[in-house]
């Protein structure tokens, strides 16, 4: 029971925010009966009366910053009164019919989508999840106010996840991040999705976050000084040219500056775009002068212009966005918009709720387009991973758009190449291409293209494939094709390869493979653990099982093979030394002692104690690449040439070292350099070479080492980070 004390707390609490309320929508509605709200203000406060959240506020608080939420947005009344009541059915005894009798049909039937939405557990299992997504879009479609509510109900709970248990905050934290966060960008929401997501990461991943927060902080008095240097020196010029507009600056947001650094595996120093200013115009075609005038002022960066202006995102968003370069060599990002475009980037679908009572206007009929899409597809798919797979890409649409020589729209994802339109237009001119021209100019296969790219495929009849394409394309349908090619043609050669290498062996013994009954084959691929006979030649062909051993498998113990017909054994072995080195004996294939030569991949440059796999490639033994290494994956899907490694025990002899290339972020003061290498000398450990660079106060130190194995990095990048002023250390992968 609440104190009478408690409740005048209560009452002075909620009765401000209230009012508060109800300033905010006479300001909207100045004409509008707003009597409802009081209603449902009065409502929820009798029922959720004596209730209090984890935080130890009452209740009733909760239900009033949604409303204030909505009323930000400009919602509708009836969006407000549904919002104050939006946890009366789950939460009180209040039912349905109740709110209906009080509030009528529109509300009762607003309040229930929310309390279904509210029963769906999106961290149950796959299937489950998918079904669940499934009718959060039904509601949408329905009355997209239920999902607008549901976006003010997370978003204020994400506000106060700090009183609840780490496991909760986790769980919350990632659904918000995976759902909502993505539902407010498909829905144009920019304002909502971006404090969602700094929140969503910031309880999420709490450390990187940290970094990321530290690195910002580090330099943001220099970026605050820059950015009022820009601002001004523009505001000026914006004046001279007469033009009236809004410079507003701030530093880019923590999330999205940590999605970019995983993304393009880069360090906070490489972010372009980390400071941001917005320029917002009185009307369109000042939008074009004022990036004139930008560029003008400052030199742009190639290939960061973009119009979303003439080519709207999905989302609708539209702005025109450049990145341009000082004197210093200081880079940022401008964003150039009418006040109607921001108001719509901010709060995408709910900017225009206000103008109309009935049906929605056509602009919101195009964001739902998609809902519906979406719910449409997922009838046709039973697989839930796929759909849940092709709902993420959904939710993320950063796409281009360009066109075939006719004018046909292709939609791709960003980054996509001439390799990704060809399989969109004909998987045989995927299969065959061998270039393309981008409005007229000849281009390499791997070319990024852009929205209003024309382009035409060029083809070579014969022509097939690479491996290598799959790290350059961005499209599912290209990957597939392509992953199915491979697999088919390659496997078909493998097989090929191995029956002649098996052939040629058996000749040594003067048999035929002919003679090799297919029942004492099929045994001998069982006692590899492989199905079928092809399996165990593709292995062959792969160079995965060696020839001469499957046959002593497969001929009478006795038979001795004419080793005089036979080159002077290892004579391929020798020659891949000669190429790699035999630094590489400290790896160990499984079941092969000595037989297969290994060399570390350079892509990753794995070191001593680090997860590692390896890859049996033709004609260079087996690359030994870190089990983190990007390329795997994409390597990996032929199962067929995996292959287990280890690292050898270490054995008698000098050590052997790998050089590791490491970065440190730290700030430039005098002997720093001094001090990191004192620190590394410490441990014996050699430095090959170090070089620094600095801007701003702040020095990148790359320094190259001769590491013994993963537990030596790690005591040395745990020395470093100790330095006063040593903010991060990143292992690059190339040296
Ligand atoms: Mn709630």
């Known amino acids: 029971m609440a104190t009478l004390r408690q409740q005048l707390a209560t009452n002075v609490l909620t009765v401000t925010r209230f ?27 009798k029922h959720h009366e004596g209730q209090t959240r984890a935080s130890g506020q009452p209740y009733l608080v909760h239900p009033l910053e949604v409303a204030a939420v ?6 509708d009344p009836v969006a407000i009164v549904a919002g104050l009541l939006h946890d009366a059915i789950e939460d009180t005894d209040v039912t349905v019919v109740d709110v209906r009798k009080e509030f009528g049909e529109q509300v009762a039937h607003i309040v229930e989508g929310v309390t279904k939405i509210n029963a769906i557990d999106f961290s149950s299992r796959e299937e489950q999840q998918a079904e669940n997504l499934r009718k959060m879009m039904l509601a949408m479609v329905d009355d997209i106010r239920v999902v607008l509510i549901k976006l003010a109900d997370r978003l204020h709970n994400m506000r106060t996840l700090e009183h609840l248990s780490p496991e909760r905050q ?34 999420l991943d709490p450390i990187a976050h940290e970094q990321i927060r530290e690195a910002v902080e580090a330099q943001r008095k220099a970026g605050e000084k820059l950015l009022a240097k820009v601002e001004s020196a523009l505001t000026d010029k914006l004046k001279e040219a007469g033009i009236t507009a809004r410079v507003e600056s701030r530093i880019k947001r923590l999330y999205s500056i940590h999605k970019k650094l995983v993304r393009q595996g880069i360090s906070i120093k490489q972010v372009y775009d980390l400071y941001a200013l917005r320029v917002i115009t009185s009307s369109l075609t000042d939008c074009y002068a004022v990036l004139g005038i930008v560029h003008n002022l400052w030199q742009p960066v190639p290939g960061r212009i973009k119009d979303f202006i003439a080519m709207p995102r999905p989302n609708l968003y539209q702005s025109l966005h450049t990145s341009v370069i000082n004197e210093s ?10 006040e109607e475009m921001h108001k719509i980037a901010e709060d995408g679908i709910a900017a225009h709720w206000k103008y109309k009572d009935g049906p929605v206007s056509a602009k919101d009929e195009e964001r739902l387009a998609w809902v519906r899409q979406v719910v ?40 996509a190449t001439p390799i990704d339109f060809a399989y969109t237009v004909h998987t045989d001119v995927g299969h065959t291409c061998v270039g393309a021209k981008v409005n007229g100019k ?92 092809d399996d165990l030649m593709a292995g062959i062909g792969y160079g995965k099982y060696s020839a001469r051993q ?38 160990v294939v499984s079941g092969h002692g000595d037989d297969l030569m290994t060399y570390l991949a350079r892509c990753c440059n794995p070191i001593r104690g680090e997860s590692i796999t390896g890859y049996v490639t033709r004609g260079k033994g087996v690359a030994v690449h870190s089990v983190s290494c990007p390329n795997v994956t994409n390597l990996m899907y032929e199962a067929d040439r995996r292959i287990d490694v280890q690292w050898a025990r270490n054995k008698d002899g000098p050590p052997v070292s790998y050089p590791v290339k490491l970065t440190l972020f730290c700030d430039d003061r005098t002997g720093m350099l001094k001090q990191i290498t004192a620190v590394i000398s410490d441990t014996g450990t050699n430095i090959r070479n170090i070089e620094s660079r600095s801007a701003n106060a702040q020095a990148n130190v790359d320094v190259v080492l001769d590491i013994l194995d993963l537990k030596h990095l790690e005591k040395i990048i745990a020395g470093v980070r100790k330095i006063p002023g040593v903010h991060d250390v990143q292992r690059l992968q190339k040296i």
């Open 70 to 75: 909505l009323a930000d947005m400009k919602l």
């Open 550 to 587: 499957v046959l002593a498998r497969l001929v009478p113990p006795d038979a001795q093979p004419n080793e005089a017909a036979e080159k002077p054994a290892g004579t391929i072995a020798s020659a891949i030394r000669r190429v790699f080195g035999s630094g590489n004996n400290a790896i």
């Open 329 to 338: 060599g200081d880079a940022f990002e401008f964003q150039i918009r009418t």
């Open 376 to 415: 449409e597809r997922q009838r046709g798919v039973t697989d839930p991973n796929q759909f849940l797979a092709s709902l993420k890409v959904d939710l993320y649409p950063e796409e281009v758009y360009t066109f075939t020589p006719k004018g046909r729209v292709v939609v791709l994802p960003r980054d």
């Open 170 to 203: 986790q769980k919350i934290a990632r659904e918000t991040l995976e759902i909502y966060a993505p539902i407010a960008h498909r829905l144009g929401m920019g304002k909502i999705r971006g404090e969602l997501e700094d929140l969503g990461f910031k309880y």
């Open 442 to 533: 000849m281009v390499p296969v791997r070319h990024k293209l852009h929205s209003g790219d024309i382009v035409e495929i060029m083809t070579q009849p014969g022509h097939k494939p690479s491996r290598d394409w799959l790290a350059v394309v961005q499209s599912g349908r290209a990957r597939n094709k392509i992953k199915h090619w491979l697999n088919v043609h390659q496997r078909e050669r493998a097989i090929e390869i191995g029956r002649k290498v098996m052939e040629k062996e058996a000749r040594k013994y003067r048999i035929s493979l002919k003679q090799i009954r297919d029942a004492d084959l099929q045994q001998a691929a069982s006692a590899y653990g492989l199905g079928r006979i």
């Open 19 to 45: 009012r508060e309320l109800m300033r905010k929508l006479k300001e909207t509605f100045p004409n509008q009966n707003l009597d409802i709200v009081k209603k449902a203000y009065d409502f929820s406060l």
